[in-house]
Structures are given as structure tokens and as C-alpha cells.
Nanobody, 123 residues
Framework: QVQLVESGGGLVQAGGSLRLSCAAS????????VGWFRQAPGKEREFVAT?????????YYADSVKGRFSISRDNAKKTASLQMNSLKPEDTAVYYC???????????????WGQGTQVTVSS
């Protein structure tokens, strides 16, 4: 089973950008779809974006981030990324990357999870 570690979170002003990275080890990264989820204080974990297992594969986004966020992956480097532009205060959350068999929006479909990285957007 693949292990995942996120990085790249931080504090940014509204309208700014951040790029999150997800580094994989163990397992066969290229066999996994990768999803990004987020969880704000007091709220349930929610879907952000997902990409199918092959580099340049199918992508899906939550309506709330469509047009602002972009997910990508590099199977040769065993990494996935989430480019976040035009950030809003409501994007503040802990962001998690996850690996699973199919690129879907439900948390229970993913079998491997990173520890999360905090993103804070100030107004």
C-alpha cells in the first residue's frame, strides 16, 4: 500500500496562490488514482479534486474550486500536485491527499491517506 506525505501548505492572502505536493513511497503509485480532500474546523472532510492513475489522466473537481484549482501528477517522480489560485478565506482547511483505485469524490473509496497540510487564507 502506498504511503503519502503532503507539503506546501501555509498562510496566504486572499487572491494568492499555493501549490500543494503529495509524495508517494512504497506500493505502486501509478496504480492509484489520487484525490485531494480538505477539512475545515467543525466540518466534515470534503472532496476537492481527483485524477486518474495515469499521468495526464482524467480530472474532476468540486464546483467550489473549479476554474481555480488544478490537479496533476507525475508518475515517474511519484508525486501529485494541487495548484490553488485565486484563494479565498473559505478555502482555509487542512488538505489531504489520498490514493485509491478509482478517481471518485467519496472519501471511503480511498485506502491511503497523508497526514494533511494546513492552508490558511487571510482576508
Amino acid at each position: 500500500q502506498v504511503q503519502l506525505v503532503e507539503s506546501g501548505g501555509g498562510l496566504v492572502q486572499a487572491g494568492g496562490s499555493l501549490r500543494l505536493s503529495c509524495a508517494a513511497s512504497g506500493g505502486s503509485f501509478s496504480n492509484y488514482a489520487v484525490g485531494w480532500f480538505r477539512q475545515a474546523p467543525g466540518k466534515e472532510r470534503e472532496f476537492v479534486a481527483t485524477i486518474s492513475s495515469w499521468s495526464g489522466g482524467r480530472t474532476y473537481y468540486a464546483d467550489s474550486v473549479k476554474g481555480r484549482f488544478s490537479i496533476s501528477r507525475d508518475n515517474a517522480k511519484k508525486t501529485a500536485s494541487l495548484q490553488m489560485n485565486s484563494l479565498k478565506p473559505e478555502d482555509t482547511a487542512v488538505y489531504y491527499c489520498a490514493g485509491g483505485p478509482t478517481p471518485v469524490a467519496t472519501t471511503r473509496a480511498y485506502v491511503s491517506w497523508g497526514q494533511g497540510t494546513q492552508v490558511t487564507v487571510s482576508s
